[in-house]
């Protein structure tokens, strides 16, 4: 697989289907947690396992309806159960999805229900299939000859999505790729909202359907997004943030104190 970033349009859907109806809301879990892996793999020929380099925690919560994604920046720090200190993005490379997020579980001591782990070649064919996207960018840079300019609107399509969605090197860094990474899913849930018909979210999802790896059913995806699509605009978003730092030769990411904190009372805010 690729560095799985459909994950970002399945972060909408999987948000907005998790949400229960009022007549149901009594007899189902008042919140939800889902981690969404974006692997590196797959890309340019690519087949071996690779490492989450996009991953977020989402949070539904069914009374206040409010959908949150937390964005984990991939050289983040942290204890890799069985293994030993290291990058966050190295636990899908040790033991898939699974281990990923028994990592960010102990963490955070939470539990986390279900994965998505998509692959980057996806982004491609769902911006394609939803018609395009449009997003301004937060910065003036060029990649893989497309030009973005700072405060300009710019049309993407599937490859220049994927090419916006990448860049790192001159544009803030990896937190600057997380913010377009947000920009990129803000606007796949605008687009995908204004569909009027099932058969638009069943080919969407049809389009999707090689590039991701769920435990979730995926057929219920399909069916809960059209009933609960009206909630896009319920969605926040939230970073961690921390300094970068070299150990034993290696670069690292350290969460800052206050961040992990900030992230942690919402989360628990949200799954209590």
Same mark, same amino acid.
Do not use: C
């Given at each position: 697989?690729?560095?799985?970033?459909?994950?970002?349009?399945?972060?909408?859907?999987?948000?907005?289907?998790?949400?229960?109806?009022?007549?149901?809301?009594?007899?189902?879990?008042?919140?939800?947690?889902?981690?969404?892996?974006?692997?590196?793999? %797959? #890309?340019? *020929? /690519?087949? $071996?396992?690779? =490492?989450?380099? +996009?991953?977020? &925690?989402?949070?539904?919560?069914? !009374?206040?309806?409010?959908?949150t994604?937390?964005?984990?920046?991939?050289?983040?720090?942290?204890?890799i159960?069985?293994?030993?200190?290291?990058?966050?993005?190295?636990?899908y490379?040790?033991?898939?999805?699974?281990?990923?997020m028994?990592t960010?579980?102990?963490?955070?001591?939470?539990?986390?229900?279900?994965?998505?782990?998509?692959?980057?070649?996806?982004?491609?064919?769902?911006?394609?299939?939803?018609?395009?996207?449009?997003?301004?960018?937060?910065?003036?840079?060029?990649?893989?000859?497309?030009?973005?300019?700072?405060?300009?609107e710019?049309?993407?399509?599937?490859?220049?999505?994927?090419?916006?969605?990448?860049?790192?090197?001159?544009?803030? %860094? #990896?937190? *600057? /790729?997380? $913010?377009?990474? =947000?920009?990129? +899913?803000?606007s &796949?849930i605008?687009?995908?909202? !204004?569909?009027?018909?099932?058969?638009?979210?069943?080919n969407?999802?049809?389009?999707?359907?090689?590039?991701?790896e769920?435990?979730?059913?995926?057929l219920?995806?399909?069916?809960?997004?059209?009933?609960?699509?009206?909630?896009?605009?319920?969605?926040e978003?939230?970073?961690?943030?921390?300094?970068?730092?070299?150990?034993?030769?290696?670069y690292?990411?350290l969460?800052?104190?206050?961040?992990?904190?900030?992230?942690?009372?919402?989360?628990?805010?949200?799954?209590?």
């Amino acid at each position: 697989m690729r560095k799985l970033f459909t994950v970002f349009l399945f972060l909408f859907t999987v948000s907005t289907t998790l949400l229960p109806t009022t007549a149901n809301a009594q007899e189902s879990r008042n919140s939800k947690s889902i981690l969404l892996l974006g692997v590196d793999t %797959g #890309d340019l *020929g /690519r087949t $071996e396992h690779g =490492r989450s380099d +996009v991953m977020m &925690l989402l949070t539904v919560n069914s !009374s206040t309806e409010v959908i949150t994604v937390t964005s984990i920046p991939r050289d983040s720090y942290v204890m890799i159960p069985g293994y030993y200190m290291d990058k966050i993005n190295h636990a899908y490379a040790f033991g898939g999805a699974e281990l990923s997020m028994q990592t960010v579980e102990n963490w955070f001591d939470i539990n986390i229900d279900n994965y998505i782990v998509v692959n980057m070649a996806g982004l491609k064919e769902i911006v394609d299939a939803v018609g395009g996207i449009d997003v301004v960018s937060p910065s003036t840079f060029t990649i893989s000859g497309y030009d973005f300019v700072e405060g300009v609107e710019t049309n993407l399509d599937g490859d220049k999505a994927l090419a916006y969605s990448r860049e790192r090197y001159t544009s803030g %860094g #990896d937190y *600057g /790729r997380q $913010e377009r990474q =947000r920009q990129i +899913v803000q606007s &796949l849930i605008s687009k995908m909202a !204004s569909f009027d018909s099932i058969l638009n979210f069943q080919n969407v999802f049809a389009t999707m359907s090689s590039n991701i790896e769920t435990d979730l059913g995926f057929l219920n995806l399909v069916q809960l997004f059209t009933d609960y699509r009206q909630l896009a605009n319920n969605i926040e978003f939230y970073q961690l943030s921390g300094g970068g730092t070299m150990i034993d030769g290696v670069y690292y990411d350290l969460i800052y104190d206050d961040s992990y904190n900030d992230v942690l009372n919402n989360l628990l805010l949200q799954l209590n």
